[in-house]
C-alpha cells in the first residue's frame, strides 16, 4: 500500500475494480438502512483516504477529483502543511466558544480575512461552521444595520438549506418544496445567464438592472425598503454561470444609488478558485458584505461573513454562536490562506486556462457539449439537457473522474487548486472518452 504522500503523485486513475467494487457496495447497503433519505447522493464514491488530487476509495481503486469535495479541499487532500497546523492546534486547544470569549488564533485569522476583504478598506469578520450560516448572518447584518426587510437573490442562485439561505435559492424548487412558509420578504430577479434566459429572449435583451428597476422597484417593492442584493459573482451549483463583463458593476451602481447593500456570496467561487482570492475582484467591484465558506480551510468546517466596517453596527449579544471559528478551523484555515496568497490563486489561473482551452477543443469536435465557460478552476461545461449531464457525470465516475452535475444541464469541474497539468490533461481524455461513450 503506497503512502498518503505517494498518493497524491497519481496522474491518472488506477482501478483495481469495477466502481463500486465490493467494499464500496457493502457501505452503500448500510449507508442506506440509516441515513437520512434527502442526502441527494450522486454516484456510489467511498473514500477512504485522499492526497492532493487523488482519492482512494475503500476497495483501493485511484481516482481523479475533479470535485474537490464539492470544492472544498482547495490546498488538495490532506495537504501536509494543513495537517501539520490542525495537529498543532488540536493538541494545545481544541475548543473554547469566541462567541463570549476571547481565542488568539481566532483574532489572527479575522486579521487576516479582513486584510484580504475586496478594495482594501476596513473590515469586520464573523465566522462560523459553514457557508449557509455566514449567509444567515449577512442577510440577520443586513436587515439590522439598514432597518429594512427585503432581500433581493437571483434565479439560479445556491445559498445554502437553512431557512434564510433556503429562502434566497432559487435554483430547484426541490431544495424548497413543503418546506414553506420561508422567510418573507425575499424577492428574485434573473442572473445574466445567456444559456438559460430568465425572461425576455436573452439576458442581454433586458438586463437585470432594468429588471430590477422597472419591474420589481416598481411593482412589488420600493427600494428604500431593500436592506440587501445577495449574488454569487460566478454561479455554483446553479451551473457555474459567468455574467458578462460590467454586470456586477451594474449591480453595485444600483445598490449605491438606493443605499442597498451588496452582499458577495463567494462560498464557492471564493479562495482563488477563479485565479484571484475573490471572484469579484475579476471585476473590480467592492462589495459590502462578503460570505465565504467551503474551500476557506481545506475541509474543516468554516464559514465568514466579512464586512465593511462602517455596516458592522450591530451591538453585544445580537448574533454569536458556540462553535463557529473552532480553533482547529482556524488553524486550517490561517495555513490554507498562506498558500493559496503564496502559490495556489495564481496557479489556479495557469491550470485553469489549460482546462478551458482543453475542453474548448473537446466542445469542437461534437455536438454534445453546448459551451464551456469559466474562471481559474471554476470551469462548467453545459450539455444538451440534464439527462446528458447526468449521464457524462456516471460515464466519467465508472472510468476514475470525478465530477458533479449542477445546474439544468452542465457538468462543474472544479478540482482542488494544486491540480498539475498532467492530471487536467488525463482529466480531458477520460472526459472525451466518456462523451464518446454517450453517443
Ligand atoms: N453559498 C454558495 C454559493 C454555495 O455554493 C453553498 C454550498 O454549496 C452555500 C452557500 C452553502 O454552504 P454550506 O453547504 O457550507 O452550508
Known amino acids: 500500500m503506497s503512502t498518503i504522500a505517494e498518493l497524491a503523485l ?5 482501478l483495481v475494480t469495477e466502481l463500486p467494487g465490493p467494499q464500496a457496495r457493502a457501505l452503500v447497503e448500510r449507508d442506506a438502512r440509516v441515513t437520512s433519505p434527502s442526502l441527494p447522493r450522486a454516484y456510489p464514491l467511498v473514500p477512504a483516504r485522499a492526497a492532493g ?102 434565479f439560479g442562485s445556491f445559498h445554502g438549506r437553512t431557512y434564510g439561505s433556503a429562502s434566497l435559492t432559487a435554483s430547484k424548487a426541490r431544495y424548497r418544496a413543503r418546506f414553506g412558509p420561508l422567510l418573507p420578504g425575499v424577492l428574485h430577479a434573473p442572473y445574466a445567464d445567456s444559456f438559460r434566459p430568465n425572461l425576455g429572449r436573452s439576458e442581454w435583451d433586458f438586463p437585470t438592472a432594468s429588471y430590477l428597476e422597472g419591474v420589481l422597484f416598481e411593482r412589488l417593492v420600493e427600494p428604500e425598503e431593500v436592506a440587501a442584493i445577495v449574488v454569487e459573482p460566478i454561479q455554483g451549483e446553479g451551473g457555474y454561470v459567468v455574467p458578462p463583463p460590467g454586470w456586477l458593476a451594474a449591480l453595485r451602481e444600483l ?29 473590480g467591484v467592492v462589495p459590502d458584505v462578503l460570505v465565504a465558506g467551503k ?6 468546517p468554516l464559514g ?7 455596516v458592522v453596527t450591530w451591538t453585544p449579544g445580537t448574533h454569536g454562536s458556540t462553535y463557529g471559528g473552532n480553533p482547529v478551523a482556524c488553524a486550517a484555515a490561517l495555513e490554507t490562506l498562506r498558500l493559496v496568497e503564496d502559490e495556489l490563486a495564481a496557479r489556479a489561473a495557469e491550470t485553469g486556462d ?49 465530477v458533479l452535475s449542477a445546474g439544468d444541464a452542465a457538468l462543474r469541474i472544479s478540482p482542488p487548486l494544486v491540480v498539475t497539468p498532467a492530471q487536467i490533461d488525463r482529466a480531458l481524455e477520460i472526459l472525451a472518452a466518456a462523451v464518446g461513450a454517450l453517443d
Not at 462548467?380 to 456516471?394: K, M, R, S, V
Request: glycine share 12%; with cysteine.
Open 10 to 14: 497519481a496522474d491518472a486513475p488506477r
Open 354 to 402: 489549460r482546462l478551458l482551452a482543453g475542453l474548448g477543443g473537446l466542445a469542437r469536435r461534437g455536438d454534445a457539449i453546448r459551451g464551456v465557460r469559466g474562471a481559474g478552476l471554476m470551469v462548467g461545461i453545459e450539455l444538451a439537457d440534464h439527462e446528458t449531464a447526468a449521464a457524462l457525470e456516471q460515464e466519467c465516475f465508472r472510468r476514475g473522474l470525478l
Open 304 to 310: 465568514a461573513m466579512l464586512a465593511r466596517e462602517e
Open 255 to 283: 445598490c449605491d444609488r438606493h443605499g442597498i447593500l451588496l452582499v458577495a456570496d463567494e462560498v464557492q467561487s471564493g479562495i482563488g478558485r477563479t485565479g484571484r482570492m475573490w471572484a469579484i475582484e475579476r471585476e
Open 53 to 154: 488530487c487523488v482519492v482512494e476509495d475503500v476497495d483501493g481503486n485511484l481516482l481523479l477529483d475533479f470535485n474537490a469535495g464539492i470544492a472544498v479541499t482547495s490546498t488538495g487532500h490532506a495537504h501536509p502543511d494543513v495537517v501539520e497546523a490542525i495537529r498543532r492546534q488540536a493538541g494545545e486547544l481544541l475548543h473554547y466558544s469566541a462567541s463570549d470569549f476571547y481565542l488568539p488564533v481566532y483574532v489572527d485569522l479575522c486579521e487576516r480575512l479582513a486584510g484580504l476583504f475586496p478594495g482594501g478598506g476596513r473590515a469586520r469578520v464573523f465566522l462560523t461552521n459553514s457557508g449557509t450560516e455566514a449567509v444567515e448572518a449577512a442577510v440577520k447584518l443586513a436587515r439590522w444595520h439598514t432597518g429594512r426587510q427585503y432581500v433581493i437573490a437571483f
Open 295 to 300: 474551500g476557506i480551510a481545506s475541509g474543516m
